[in-house]
């Protein structure tokens, strides 16, 4: 029986959480606010889809020690780039299973100089608090840096860092021991000055050597600065119109440290294309990663992979390049991911204001569908301006749910246009199946909803209770770390991957799994949302599920492995050929598992 009556919200399940906090010290009250709160418990686990209610993203910036600000250098010229940035990512560089962050920074314009900005390294303390290492670690490097890709190109087990920036990129090796190394030169990198933007690692010969995309915006410079204007009178960021475009480029990993650019060889090379976002996804099932590029006012673009080097282009026919009236949007970030559990992958783009975000159906003949129109995600986005953007399951019900990072570009947006506004909330889209989403941003807490400048988004379980945590950038302003509070009172698996013949992050692998019948799979992947990127773990949600009946780990080799009976509330490692190699329970496991026998205990 389920009580559809009964929606969290009539439940307020939170008001008991505090209500039990606060009496908890008074003994007589213990038993009552102890029946109290298994009845409510019960009554929600009754519902069907009972654990989406009470669930809090808690700001715990200032408690964990972030205190980054970003500079754009902006000193009045209204310099295009200034607008854009930054991004952000997840990644456990010191490999002790508590993803740590890297925050990209911009730097003062040259003849302007005020102070040193430089990127940041916060090391995961384990305990709720992040410790700035990025002296210590070789990383207080000034750039104007744009974007952050992760991942292990020279299979040594540790994660190596790529930063996109407006002229030249930088790639950062980890030596394993705490520090970093720019081998931008040495790994054949350099010489390109570019205005690069989205970037991601993707072994597109299945080589098992990471390669690496690096998206590109528009030709720019502060010589060539356009001055564009909203109201007649004042400077304003000029949009991409104005400029021309920019190939992305490919960088095909030679094995040795070194990288040899492939893009023409490739087929990839396009000098009409402004792109900001990246998505690796493999469209048309067949082992192969395709790539996605958001444009920014041009057709978006669908390189599909032809299994010898090349790519071929894909996005008109397949119906993304443009909306559904045939305008190329404003393309930022994107994301892929099978939110109907149709078999294969979807896509979100995030567009401009006045234009609603996209949510592209895969109707698995070669051909998406934007369902943003018929859905909520559609009318909800129409008024605001998305950048950062994933799937990603935060209540843990086996659904992937949508974030969004918002935010306008022009500061004085709300002069001109009454409607719009500089500083916008987020959308927090819950999957309720079936292809149906509700939006549930305010019921997540008052700073979390919060309007911003937002910018990149990541997320990541940071203190291994099982869910996932949120790292949200903003533009010249400060980045944000919201803990997930009761996402994990439903259970989960994660799934972290040790390739030996693939790459050694297992990027481009495919897990699928199948408990007592229902059946979720994704693939690992760097690049993604926004000038971001989240961790290198997969977590499936699993509802109340107590276990996982069967798990198949494709490699990008081509090897498949196979588990079963695996326990939810942990974390396994799996290692390519061998199976599982460590097995760690969530530190909220235990609670969980309290929980339960006293469900029990009371039916
Ligand atoms: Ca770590
Ligand atoms: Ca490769
Ligand atoms: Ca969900
Ligand atoms: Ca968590």
Redo the contacts with the bound molecule.
Sequence with gaps: MRFHLLSPKTLKLPATVAVQKSLWLSPCFGAYVVIFTFVLLATAYGSGQAM?GGIRFTDITQSAGIRFVHNNGAFGAKYLPETLGPGCAFIDYDNDGYPDILLVNGEDWPGHHRAASTLKLYHNNRNGTFTDVTAKAGLAISLYGMGVAIGDYDNDGYDDIFISALGQSRLFHNNGNGTFTDVTTAAGLAGVNEFSTGAAWVDYDRDGKLDLVVANYVQWTPQTDLRCTLDGAHKSYCTPESYKGASLRLWHNLGNGKFEDTTKKAGLYDATSKSLGVAVLDYNNDGWPDLLIANDTQPNKLYSNNHNGTFTETAVTAGIAFSEDGIARAGMGVDAADYDRSGRPGIIITNFSNQMMSLYHNEGNGLFVDEAPRSAVGSASLLTLGFGCFFF?????????IFIADGHIESDIERIQKRIKYRQPPHLF??LGGGKFEEVTDSLGASFAAPRVARGAAYADIDNDGDLDLLVTTNAGPALLFRNDGGNRNRALRVKLRGTASNRDGIGTVVRLDAGGEKQWQMLRSGSSYLSQSELVLTF?LGQKMSVSTVEIEWPSGKIDKLSNIAANETITVQEGKGIVTATKFSGAEKTAKLELNRKAIQ
């Excluded at 399951?393 to 749910?401: A, E, F, K, T, V």
Aim: a negative charge.
């Design positions: 989406a399951d935060y209540d843990l019900d086996g659904w992937p749910d819950r999957n949600g």
